[in-house]
Nanobody, 115 residues
Framework: QVQFVESGGGLVQAGGSLRLSCVVS??????????MGWYRQAPGSGRELVAS???????NYVDSVKGRFTISRDNAKNTMYLEMNSLKPEDTAVYYC???????WGQGTQVTVSS
């Protein structure tokens, strides 16, 4: 069964940066063949897709993070990244990585941005 292990979250002041990582294991699919995304869930809200990276290299971002977040992947390491800059308090959430469409969820990594 596929497993997603997210890391890199933490507490940061507004305007700061974080880099999230996600290691994928246990999948019968080759990592390079899967479109993937970073999702987040803020307290009291549903889970939203904030950034996606498709197998053809196309990326998409939710409007609220455009120009601040960058999604990337290292196929040799079965790892996906989310570079987050100019963080805002409204970016506070648990961040998850997953396939597109999503499979089983990992534990996520908490990102907290203080004002």
């Amino acid at each position: 069964q596929v497993q997603f292990v997210e890391s890199g979250g933490g507490l940061v002041q507004a305007g700061g940066s974080l880099r999230l990582s996600c290691v994928v294991s246990g999948s019968t699919w080759r990592f390079i063949s899967k479109s993937m995304g970073w999702y987040r869930q803020a307290p009291g809200s549903g889970r939203e897709l904030v950034a996606s990276l498709r197998v053809d290299g196309n990326t998409n971002y939710v409007d609220s993070v455009k120009g601040r977040f960058t999604i990337s992947r290292d196929n040799a390491k079965n790892t996906m990244y989310l570079e987050m800059n100019s963080l805002k308090p409204e970016d506070t959430a648990v961040y998850y990585c997953n396939y597109l469409p999503a499979a089983a969820w990992g534990q996520g990594t908490q990102v907290t941005v203080s004002s």
